[in-house]
């Protein structure tokens, strides 16, 4: 008997005994805990959300997209994993792709079903329930089918996103007769039903994989994507994948460790440089204004670097080479305390001698096991293409390669050779799921927000490393640097008058951005005091529960 309890104690100890969720949309957050309730696990959790996402964020994340799981499986020593469900570039696709006579033209990587790259969510959410799960497919789709058949309640995020994406929507007679009323934004409260996703979602609970990438389902997306001027084919369809990768980990102080997104996304690594390159100055003493000049300039620099990354399958990411102590010694010693660093004058990245829209949830089980996970079709309502009779919304994630090495995406973000668009390769990312774990505590963070995400992800994990209340770490006013353009963009309220006064009087660029941005959860587990705790972004709709 006492050997009983004494073994319960010891596996209560390594569990949070709650469970916990933030997501994007209140019915998200309430299918995974409807799954969690029929005796699912925090995998099958996983399915249940995102798959509600894909249909009551059609703006977000969609099953004519993809993503990045992070996944911890309990264990008296945790197991993390990643799930790469990136998108993939056609097997028809060249470095050229968007180029006409010579120009290449941003609308083509942007709108419409040739910017689609093959879809990886569908294929994610039957590996995590076959591999992970304890339940059914079909039950952890069961809420997403049933709110896309019934319909859900348009809300002011739908009405916002539609209203940016209103011109590339009206080109698309389907996208328009499903996500418009009439050729203009629905009214609020007004139900978005979608029969024909629910079909689609129903065939892949009843067929998995195969249910989306052969068969009917894939026919219909052959044919409406070709009929559109697009490129794919079935051999695409065949070879999508999902490509398990070892998480990027990073040791920090206080035996802490980061675990993060590898390429293709280059998330992780801009957060390992910037903790481990502010771990070596003395940001945590420091007053606002000389706080966030230290956090522009970690983030400069590990943003330039991101030159450097792309897809691990077609390049070789010097990934030890930028989180080797001596790279950062060398970055560290170039940072001035006084001064912002212009861009320009820092040696090119790999030069190691010189010296609003996606979406993102995060879930943990009573019993430990936990996924973050951010999802994307790129743009608000991604290429603003609906594949007819399918109701599957396609991603523009191919705006994310480097069309032009010599120029920039949507995003601003400068091109590069490592992440040019060839055929079948995953384009760099910014999604950056993360978890930071130590022997006291494990907490979750993540976001979308396009090249913004990961200097969000730090602003939120410096709060939490400043011991302040959960609750926080989502709200916190938010600043962004991303080496090129040269100018810290910054939300409003980020900087108090005489904050932007020390910035520019420390020689940088300051360019508010008029509205905020981003949208991240986040969840803690303190296991000292075995508190559960999660979070969702003030500037969303999302909800957060722990429970029971
Ligand atoms: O993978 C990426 O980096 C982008 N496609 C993410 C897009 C995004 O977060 C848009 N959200 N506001």
């Known amino acids: 008997m006492l050997l009983v309890l004494l073994a319960l104690g010891v596996q209560a100890a390594g569990q949070p005994g709650r469970a916990a969720i933030a997501s994007a949309h209140p019915a998200a957050t309430v299918a995974g805990q409807e799954t969690l309730a029929r005796g699912g696990n925090a995998f099958d959790a996983a399915v249940a959300i995102a798959a509600a996402l894909a249909v009551v964020e059609p703006?977000?994340?969609?099953?004519?997209?993809?993503?990045?799981?992070?996944?911890?499986?309990?264990?008296?020593?945790?197991?993390?994993?990643?799930?790469?469900?990136?998108?993939?570039?056609?097997?028809?696709?060249?470095?050229?792709?968007?180029?006409?006579?010579?120009?290449?033209?941003p609308a083509l990587s942007l709108n419409g079903a040739l910017a689609a790259a093959i879809p990886g969510l569908p294929a994610a959410?039957?590996?995590?329930?076959?591999?992970?799960?304890?339940?059914?497919?079909?039950?952890?789709?069961?809420?997403?089918?049933?709110?896309?058949?019934?319909?859900?309640?348009?809300?002011?995020?739908?009405?916002?996103?539609?209203?940016?994406?209103?011109?590339?929507?009206?080109?698309?007679?389907?996208?328009?007769?499903?996500?418009?009323?009439?050729?203009?934004?629905?009214?609020?409260?007004?139900?978005?039903?979608?029969?024909?996703?629910?079909?689609?979602?129903?065939?892949?609970?009843?067929?998995g994989h195969d249910g989306f990438y052969a068969g009917d389902t894939a026919a219909r997306l052959l044919s409406g994507v070709r009929a559109a001027g697009g490129i794919w084919s079935q051999r695409d369809l065949d070879d999508y994948r999902v490509v398990e990768r070892q998480p990027l980990r990073v040791t920090l102080a206080d035996e802490r460790e980061l675990i993060s997104a590898p390429p293709p996304s280059a998330g992780g690594l801009a957060l390992g440089q910037s903790l481990l390159l502010l771990q070596r100055l003395p940001w945590r003493q420091a007053d606002a204004a000389q706080r966030s000049h230290f956090v522009v300039e970690a983030l400069r620099r590990a943003y330039r670097d991101r030159g450097l990354l792309g897809d691990p399958d077609f390049v070789a990411n010097p990934t030890a080479q930028l989180l080797a102590p001596a790279h950062l010694a060398r970055l560290a010693a170039s940072i001035d305390a006084e001064r912002a660093t212009p861009s320009s004058s820092l040696p090119p990245a790999g030069d190691w001698h010189e010296g609003d829209h996606t979406t993102h949830f995060t879930v943990l089980d009573a019993a430990g096991n936990a996924v973050a996970a951010t999802l994307s079709i790129n743009l608000p309502f991604g290429a603003a293409f609906t594949v007819p009779g399918t109701g599957v919304l396609l991603n523009d994630e191919m705006d994310d390669f480097a069309?032009?090495?010599?120029?920039?995406?949507?995003?601003?973000?400068a091109g590069s050779q490592a992440n040019a668009i060839a055929a079948g390769k995953r384009p760099l990312s910014s999604m950056s799921p993360t978890f930071l774990?130590?022997?006291?505590?494990?907490?979750?963070?993540?976001?979308?927000?396009?090249?913004?995400?990961?200097?969000?992800?730090?602003?939120?994990?410096?709060?939490?490393?400043?011991?302040?209340?959960?609750?926080?770490?989502?709200?916190?006013?938010?600043?962004?640097?991303?080496?090129?353009?040269?100018?810290?963009?910054?939300?409003?309220?980020?900087?108090?008058?005489?904050?932007?006064?020390?910035?520019?009087?420390?020689?940088?660029?300051?360019?508010?951005?008029?509205?905020?941005?981003?949208?991240?959860?986040?969840?803690?587990?303190?296991?000292?005091?075995?508190?559960?705790?999660?979070?969702?972004?003030?500037?969303g709709i999302g909800t957060a529960v722990t429970f029971p």
């Open 59 to 105: 703006y977000g994340s969609g099953l004519g997209g993809g993503g990045f799981f992070l996944l911890r499986e309990a264990g008296e020593r945790p197991t993390y994993r990643f799930l790469d469900a990136r998108e993939r570039a056609p097997l028809a696709a060249h470095p050229d792709l968007y180029r006409r006579d010579g120009e290449v033209q």
């Open 125 to 207: 959410l039957v590996e995590l329930a076959q591999r992970f799960g304890r339940l059914p497919l079909r039950d952890s789709l069961a809420p997403a089918i049933r709110l896309a058949r019934d319909g859900v309640a348009i809300d002011r995020v739908y009405r916002e996103r539609a209203g940016w994406r209103l011109a590339a929507l009206r080109d698309d007679p389907e996208s328009a007769r499903i996500f418009l009323d009439e050729g203009e934004i629905p009214e609020e409260l007004s139900l978005l039903r979608q029969p024909e996703l629910a079909r689609t979602l129903e065939h892949l609970a009843r067929d």
């Open 403 to 413: 069309a032009d090495v010599q120029g920039a995406n949507a995003y601003g973000l």
């Open 437 to 539: 774990e130590s022997p006291h505590a494990f907490a979750s963070f993540g976001t979308p927000g396009g090249s913004r995400i990961p200097s969000m992800v730090l602003l939120a994990i410096l709060e939490y490393l400043d011991g302040q209340p959960i609750a926080r770490w989502p709200a916190v006013p938010r600043y962004h640097h991303q080496f090129r353009p040269d100018v810290i963009e910054h939300e409003p309220g980020a900087f108090a008058p005489q904050q932007l006064a020390a910035l520019a009087a420390r020689g940088h660029r300051l360019k508010a951005v008029g509205r905020q941005y981003g949208n991240q959860q986040v969840l803690l587990w303190d296991k000292r005091d075995k508190r559960v705790e999660a979070a969702s972004d003030p500037r």
